[in-house]
């Protein structure tokens, strides 16, 4: 039995949004403000330096709340938003500015960080996924999906791969190092996208992380463009993904 405790409730454009706490880790739950019966669920995981409230985050939740009538709900990742930094984190966090400030490649700081993080938040995930199955509006049956880019990749796939509840999850931009072995257990529907000029990230790396997935349906999305230039249009297409694999007709949005 998980703690999960509400600590603020507001609502705009038939959102609600609802802050909580899971065994003490501060998260947010989106939801369309009303909802005829159980309605599936999105966990998504935010990106390396961000929180759970960051504009990407937000507006993805908007996107599958009023286009799907779908919740949606996100933690900080250790270290991020709400929660406090270990001297573990000040530690990679400066390395990280010190290559980058020097020219050297930022991939094995990032790799090795986020597989650190990965270890600390699945099991938070899971707890998160437990707690919100106990509640009625989501239900313990409901269809369940994931959506990580970046470090929310890092996060995700071993999320997934040691999760039976997913049914189907979006991912992208990350190493294959500490993933491609996790990636090979998952084999539910995947759509990932790559940045084909990644200046961190490079086509083969990208390619190896796709290639690794065991999903017979997978769909790889490539665009043009650096590491933080990942089309808009993006969105929309996870959340016509989602809606195709949790069950719903996406509605148009003003």
Wanted: aromatic residues 8%.
């Amino acid at each position: 039995m998980h703690s999960l405790q509400f600590t603020a409730e507001s609502s705009s454009n038939g959102m609600v949004e609802r802050d909580f706490t899971v065994d003490g880790v501060p998260g947010v739950l989106w939801s369309p403000a009303s909802v005829a019966g159980p309605a599936p669920l999105v966990l998504m995981g935010h990106g390396g330096g961000n929180h759970k409230k960051h504009p990407a985050m937000s507006g993805r939740a908007q996107r599958l709340v009023a286009g799907c009538g779908f919740h949606v709900a996100v933690l900080d990742a250790p270290g991020h938003g709400g929660r406090p930094r270990t001297a573990h984190d000040e530690a990679e966090i400066a390395e990280l500015f010190r290559a980058r400030a020097a020219g050297e490649p930022e991939g094995p700081i990032v790799v090795r960080y986020n597989d650190h993080l990965a270890g600390l938040a699945v099991p938070e995930y899971m707890a998160l996924l437990d707690a919100l199955q106990e509640l009625p509006e989501i239900g313990a049956d409901g269809p369940v999906g994931y959506w990580g880019i970046n470090m929310g990749t890092a996060i995700g796939v071993p999320f997934v791969a040691a999760e039976p509840r997913i049914r189907a999850a979006v991912f992208g931009q990350h190493w294959p190092d500490a993933l491609a072995e996790k990636a090979r257990r998952i084999t539910v529907p995947i759509e990932f996208d790559l940045q084909w000029d990644d200046e961190h990230i490079s086509r083969e790396e990208g390619l190896a992380l796709f290639d690794a997935f065991a999903s017979k349906e997978k769909s790889l999305h490539v665009n043009s463009g650096g590491h933080k230039e990942l089309p808009r249009f993006e969105a929309d297409s996870a959340v016509r993904f989602f809606a195709r694999h949790l069950g719903g007709a996406v509605t148009a949005q003003a």
